[in-house]
């Protein structure tokens, strides 16, 4: 929008396509994008199969260096139209587009290295940035948002929940011992997380009495305390939601967060044109 | 109600019954098509039963021919009564009405096809149909808006959680490893799936302590991210109802936040203008 | 409080400790009921198990005795000190103390029935009433004012909940088949509301790669749709909030839930007295 | 802040390094104290694992006796500069510096006796105050506040949860019996609670059809009801957070429900006195 009259180039072609979703080229592009995405994710997965990878590896294997090809072209295609590569490079985005270009080129160094599964999968985050063009914007701000300004009591929150569970895990590994499968204050913290959180793998459970009897107390504590942080969220977006739905500004003041019904600025009480 | 005077006749009269819960004779029909269907229900569940439909084998299917039956004319009943038929046909309860007709029929052709059981579970959906004349409906209404407001948050909400075990469980693969059960990251975003939901089943468990800690990552998360939807529906339905309903203000003193019943001012005993 | 001045008799200082716990007499009354129904079940719960049976059976069976002695006691001065002792003897607590007495005498007619143990747990019922008494009610009361006024709601969506556990059950059973535990549609669908509740217990699991992806959609839904229930309760009680901290009621028209900040009766104008 | 002048001299600098976190000395106090405890409790947990103790044991027991070391010292500082030593050592904190100190010395005289290692995790209470001491006081103190409020609903819920699952586990007892693994009524209500509160461990598993049946009620129960106490602190986190903050109205047009720093009105952009 601020672009100067003057790069109506290639450059200026090419970053309305790769980086704006308004015209048709630039639909097109994400559309694309978003399908490599996730066929790149399936095709990791796929292959992590091992009736599947033995029989069609190669397969898999050419659409891998398909998709790596387009990713570096991509990648390229971004850091020459964009006015500050630099910055580009090195922002969130710009390296999980690195990242996601990097396994195919580190396996041809180390072939079936194990780790670039994992490289692989970061391809995932970039289905963030498709979804940023579109009408998600205004739903996944409030949530950022309501997560932010409960951030300070969902630390508190989490910081006592560890506590409580170091704490109560040890009281368990006295009371169980080993014999138990609480071979370990570690071990018996993990089962304490497993049980405070109501997941109940049931791979190690109590058998003493007192065990037992402790272990009904975690369980009835976790099933209470999850209240917190569903409270804390709750509050958090009832509070949000009455000042986010304007997104109009005073053209006098630049002022926003203005009610639905404002027909004057609250700031400098400019008319707001509607 | 918009029915003219001329179709008084038999047709109009079918409308009356299969359509209106009014009259007598319409609940008498919502009440016989409610037990038929929650029967229908009760003969295919026994019927799963081996022992059951060993012994039973033969009442069941008897019962199955006359709810078929009943059905079938029922079905017609609401296609020759109606004034579109196509229309209704084409509507979610005509097809689903259809799809409970079928199992029947397609059973001669094809005896004991297994994937019949599921056409005929397909039944239950009907109830809705009935509840929907009766008192629950705004109760179901307001529940529908507010998921349906909250749906874009929703959207993202389910989203992250989904590429957030994708990611977890091929990290998950890579640590534990097809020894500890994790044989395919699918299986491994399965598990995790199953721990960050809270469900933990136990079939699958970290063993080395590397998967243990991230575990309790990923149960922790689980733990504290249901806030998020919860908060969601929260906020929506407290929304939807306002608190403070009664919106009138005292003439002589200027109180509001009155009852919604309120005669007289709380504060100065004035008498308020309704 | 509306009792006449004429029955200051026997039958009338029966009922102050009995039913009232204002006096010195009626608190220790109290006291000594809620000692003796804890010590009740935890007798009831040491007989079950088989060592300690074994050991102090006859402690046990003589302390079930004596409280049994007592509880008829009480039964018989309930009876005799309340005004209308047939409403009292058919109303749902008249009826709880009446379970409460007789498992100690069907038991000299047959001796160690079994379903007996569960009548004598019904005694914990009668706790409520103790803590009716107390400074527990207003909270009390607040909760169950809450929880009747989403009846409605809750029923819809309990409803919904049963019919897609029933319809999911079904699927679950016809892709995984008897062989991996799904041995017939209600073994399913117990599965499912296992699974859908977040319960997960791990006794019978998913071994079809169709079924464990289906198995993933119950769990996300299961730990989404949790968010509905909660949002109806949150809403439910922000709502109900203000009205419910005032206890006085008008002298004049006897209209009670005012504003705590009210001065006139919101009904009548009439002046409060504070 | 009201320390008097005449004490500035070691005792006060003492007082400022230790309790306060204001000065340079005083911050760089608080983090070593943090990294102490944090590596106290892991040296704790490290211990409890058989292959790190057989190894590294002696590298830990030194580490422990540092650590005691420096908390003894601190002890004594704390007791030195505060100005009622007696009031302190029978305060909460005091007690739990305390605790912290002692295992080191009992441990010579009962070497290796197992409650220590209980007694050492009381340590990471300490941490707490040190969080005091930053920004985390307001989001904790909201917190504490809120569960404070609803504390009697929370009492009366908790109540109402334990004898249903006494209640719903002497059934479960009698329905499924010792074969089951149902082997005692105490047994049954753990079984109840671990499958109320969603846990779900499997270890215990229902097997009769009958007791299948109430199970799946047990969960539906369980998933239900944990709308309460959500729906508690929701209400009291949000009633404590006030929506519309801004209680004034405009002299003009009479709108109120402002933002907070509105300086006109939104409606017909008359100034607001303030």
């Known amino acids: 929008m601020q672009q100067e009259g003057t790069n109506t180039g290639f450059r200026y ?38 009736p599947i990878k033995y ?3 190669k ?5 891998e260096w398909i998709i790596t090809a387009f990713f ?4 390229f ?13 090195l922002s969130l985005y710009g390296i999980i587009d690195l990242l996601s270009v990097l396994p195919g080129y580190i ?15 970061v391809r995932l985050l970039r289905i963030f940035r498709i979804l940023k063009l579109v009408h998600f914007v205004g739903a996944g701000n409030q949530l950022v948002e309501a997560l932010k300004k409960s951030r300070n009591k969902i630390a508190v929150f989490l910081y006592s929940v560890i506590v409580l569970c170091i704490i109560l895990g040890t009281i368990m590994y006295i009371v169980e011992g080993p014999e138990s499968g609480f071979t370990s204050i570690p071990m018996s913290v993990y089962w304490t997380i497993v049980t405070l959180t109501t997941v109940g793998f049931g791979d190690i459970t ?12 975690i369980m009835i504590l976790g099933y209470g305390i999850i209240a917190v942080p569903t409270g804390l969220i709750s509050a958090q977006l009832i509070k949000n939601e009455p000042t986010s739905l304007n997104t109009q500004r005073c053209r006098n003041c630049n002022a926003d967060h203005h009610r639905d019904d404002a027909i004057y600025c609250y700031n400098c009480g400019y008319k707001l044109n509607l």
């Open 72 to 75: 570096t072209l991509e990648y």
């Open 55 to 57: 029989r069609y590896g």
């Open 107 to 121: 396996d041809l160094i180390y072939p079936g290295a194990h780790f670039l599964v994992a490289l692989r999968a």
């Open 13 to 50: 072609r090419l970053h309305t396509i790769i980086y704006e979703a308004d015209t048709r080229a630039g639909k097109l592009f994400d559309l694309i994008l978003l399908a490599l995405i996730v066929l790149s994710i399936v095709a990791v997965m796929l292959e992590s199969v091992v």
């Open 206 to 217: 109590p058998v003493t009495p007192l065990g037992q009897f402790i272990s009904t107390i």
């Open 77 to 89: 295609g971004r850091l020459i139209s964009v006015k500050k590569p630099v910055v580009y490079a």
């Open 59 to 63: 397969e898999l294997q050419i659409a």
